[in-house]
């Protein structure tokens, strides 16, 4: 079985930093692709950023300039440094796995980033 486990989250005033990780343990396929996602009260959970196993990255336009996603192999986790937060950035996020050839995907548990003066 695979776990994610996520940290970093917070409360964080406008204008503002913070860093998620998100470690995953288990039987791990090594040809994968990991990302964050977030979910908003009330809205549906969207891409924030993903990076690939070769560190290709994908971000949502809502995010570039301001979200970096990076990853360490070795250790089988992916960060998100998120500067420049604003109100609208709150929400859960959630880590995301997506093993390639269908070898299955799995989500954390979430962790709350709150942005508000």
């Known amino acids: 079985q695979v776990q994610l486990v996520e940290s970093g989250g917070g409360l964080v005033q406008p204008g503002g930093s913070l860093r998620l990780s998100c470690a995953a343990s288990g039987s791990i396929f090594s040809l994968n692709t990991m990302g964050w996602y977030r979910q908003a009260p009330g809205k549906q959970r969207e891409l924030v950023a993903t990076?690939?196993?070769?560190?290709?990255?994908n971000y949502a336009d809502s995010v570039k300039g301001r979200f970096t996603i990076s990853r360490d192999n070795a250790k089988n986790t992916v960060y998100l440094q998120m500067n420049s937060l604003k109100p609208e950035d709150t929400g859960v996020y959630y880590c995301?796995?997506?093993?390639?050839?269908?070898?299955?995907?799995?989500w954390g548990q979430g962790t709350q980033v709150t942005v508000s003066s």
């Open positions: 995301l796995l997506e093993q390639w050839y269908r070898r299955g995907d799995y």
């Open positions: 990076i690939t196993s070769v560190s290709a990255t």
